[in-house]
């Protein structure tokens, strides 16, 4: 079928297909099951499946509050930015909103920070994917394989942001099924009294009887090895198993239907943590007597090792590998989008706000992968320095993402109650309370919330100064923090300069 109009072809197709070459822009593609996954996935990782073990044996059954407490933080800091994300989706979020409506300081801070923070994050996931290959190929070198997973996501990266949402959808569903059905096979050795390795009984009961109970190590105390444990101290590695959750954010300026999708993700986001932390880690300390958990293999290994099951290990390695593809497969879309988003701010080079004919960011992209490969040499060159002294910045990173996030949202509100709200929303022409009534899904409790959290954060900080692993990251992320300042302030010299000199 022809058409005498050349343009009318195009004008009948929809607009969000990533297929579709129409003027380059991003494209609205991730649908509600993408979103919904994707924030499943993002609260999913292997800080579950491994870095489990050691909280678990910081607070023995107590775990479970300490994933509760934390849990509600964090599902309160992206409440705080869906807050915003609904009224204003864009591509880089929280950058975006602290630029618009704190400084374009904290845009540049706040962008810079998560970019850097997720660089980290990849580097680590990259360079360990070769541990789980090599657990079938011991004969692949781990370059290899980090090689060949960089350069698989970055292609998928490249398709579209729909294609994008297709692989984290999957790779979600396979730690999904892989946390379901320990949780299932921990329920049934419970309900028939299956016999397990330890010959104590399998029951919930164990979380109050085995090793001092429930508050083995109290609050907080002194081990005999000087090392602090209990409840508190546990939270420092809760919270950071709750990093990546914040990506919601991010996809709303690719969603569909934001004011629906946003809202719907971020809500269950709390029955998530109850079912896929506590309820899989009270499973396993109710079959697996906690102090037996000593961290040489997962806990979810433990669990089916304990009834004889010993296929486990190889099945969790596989849940791990696609885990760890899901990580490196967010952090390249989240960078992408971010740095895309520093560019419009003018924040960063202008070619990184280029968009190809799909929609996708390119140079985004690669600019990250390029950084990500060099990262990773890094590790395999110096892997000491790389995991002492560069993950510790993407430890505190984390904090001072979720710090800026509360405290926008709160410059958020004071912008939209003096009538300052985008023009393009329900709020544009609103001001005083009218406005602050009129957003669409607000912060619960919104005047002291932030509040609430922010103390929470900096107790979280304060703790990291009692473990001698995490103290390093606190000086790291001061030392961190004055590097972004004097990089914004020799980025405004430069621009001052040229604009003088013209």
């Not at 004919?357 to 990500?372: D, W």
Request: net charge neutral; glycine share 8%; with cysteine.
């Amino acid at each position: 079928m022809s058409s005498t109009n050349p343009a009318a072809p195009q004008a009948q197709k929809p607009r969000e297909t990533d297929d579709v070459p129409v003027p380059a822009t991003l494209r609205k593609s991730l649908k509600n099951r993408h979103i919904q996954l994707i924030a499943l996935g993002g609260a999913i990782g292997t800080g579950l499946f491994y870095g489990s073990s050691e909280s678990i044996a910081l607070a023995g059954p107590s775990i479970l509050l300490a994933y509760l407490i934390g849990g509600l933080a964090i599902f309160m800091i992206v409440r705080a930015l869906s807050e915003m994300s609904v009224e204003d989706p864009k591509a880089g979020a929280f950058s975006y909103y602290a630029t618009r409506y704190w400084s374009k300081r904290a845009g540049f801070i706040s962008g810079w920070n998560y970019w850097f923070n997720y660089i980290l994050v990849s580097m680590v996931e990259l360079a360990v994917v070769g541990s789980f290959v090599n657990y079938w190929f011991p004969a692949i070198p781990t370059w290899v394989s980090a090689a060949v997973f960089l350069v698989v996501i970055c292609a998928a990266n490249l398709l579209g942001v729909s294609k994008f949402g297709e692989f984290e959808f999957w790779f979600a569903i396979i730690k999904i099924v892989a946390v379901i059905a320990m949780i299932i096979g921990g329920l049934a050795v419970i309900v028939f009294a299956l016999p397990t390795d330890s010959g104590v009984k399998a029951s919930f009961a164990n979380w109050f009887t085995v090793g001092n109970g429930f508050f083995p190590n109290g609050l907080m105390g002194q081990a005999k090895d000087g090392s602090w444990t209990g409840l508190l101290m546990a939270l420092v590695v809760v919270m950071f198993s709750f990093g990546g959750t914040e990506l919601i954010g991010i996809t709303a300026g690719e969603t569909e239907d934001p004011k629906t999708t946003i809202p719907r993700a971020t809500n269950d986001i709390i029955w998530r943590i109850l079912v896929f932390y506590i309820g899989a880690l009270g499973v396993i300390m109710a079959v697996v007597p906690w102090n037996t958990i000593d961290g040489k293999s997962s806990p979810f290994v433990q669990i089916f090792d304990s009834v004889g099951v010993h296929a486990a290990a190889g099945i969790l390695n596989f849940v791990c590998l696609t885990a760890v593809m899901s990580v490196y497969n967010s952090g390249l879309y989240a960078n992408s989008r971010m740095l895309y988003s520093l560019a419009k701010q003018g924040n960063a080079p202008a070619f990184l706000g280029h968009l190809n004919a799909h929609g996708v960011p390119v140079a985004g992209v690669l600019t990250s992968a390029v950084i990500t490969a060099f990262a990773v040499v890094v590790v395999f060159v110096w892997p000491e320095f790389a995991f002492n002294y560069l993950m510790s910045i993407a430890t505190i990173a984390g904090i001072i993402n979720w710090t800026m996030i509360m405290i926008t949202e709160m410059k958020f509100r004071r912008v939209v109650a003096a009538g300052g709200a985008p023009e393009d929303t329900d709020l544009a022409g609103k001001s005083g309370q009218e406005a602050i009534d009129a957003i669409h899904f607000k912060l619960p409790f919104a005047r002291v919330t932030p509040w609430v959290v922010l103390a929470f954060l900096a107790l979280v900080v304060v703790l990291m100064c009692f473990s001698a692993s995490y103290r390093v990251a606190v000086i790291a992320g001061v030392i961190w923090l004055a590097i972004l300042f004097v990089a914004y302030q020799i980025t405004r010299s430069s621009e001052s300069f040229s604009i003088a000199k013209v």
